[in-house]
């Protein structure tokens, strides 16, 4: 009855099934702010979102290299995604800051906090906490608050 289900799931890694939930989950939140029901644009969610995924891959990519580790693209991509779902949209050039600041910690913490190559935290939440800990007082100054709004 459900072959179909149990043959795609079987086709794809659980990364990349990772990544179309949470691109679904996006794709709503993109569909609800271009509606007016959330307290930002659809436009600054998608720049938002653009910004991370940049900020991640690239970062990842950089990181990777200098720490001769292996890497794949789905994983910076699942951080990216937590990150522009869990962070408010910039409103203001000068958050953008903010938000490559999220990404570049979150990517840092995966080799710096890591056992056999291995990261031991999610580096979403390492990046969050960090800047939870020690920005937070910044970032309510410069964007009136940080998270969901």
């Not at 203001?92 to 600041?101: A, D, M, N, R, T």
């Not at 800047?131 to 709004?149: E, H, K, P, Q």
Request: positive net charge.
């Amino acid at each position: 009855m459900f072959k179909w289900l149990d043959d795609f799931l079987n086709s794809i890694t659980m990364y990349r099934l990772a990544v179309y939930g949470l691109l679904t989950i996006l794709a709503y939140a993109v569909i609800l702010a271009f509606w007016g029901a959330l307290f930002f644009t659809g436009p600054q969610l998608i720049l938002s979102s653009g910004v991370l995924y940049l900020t991640c891959v690239s970062s990842n990519y950089l990181l990777s290299r200098l720490f001769k580790a292996q890497t794949n693209v789905e994983s910076s991509t699942i951080t990216a995604l937590i990150l522009s779902l869990i962070l408010s949209p910039f409103t203001k050039p000068s958050e953008i800051f903010f938000l490559v600041l999220a990404g570049v910690l979150a990517m840092g913490s995966k080799y710096l906090l890591a056992s056999n190559g291995k990261h031991i935290f999610n580096p979403a939440a390492i990046s969050l906490l960090i800047l939870n800990l020690f920005g937070c007082l910044v970032w309510d100054y410069l964007s009136g608050g940080w998270g969901v709004r």
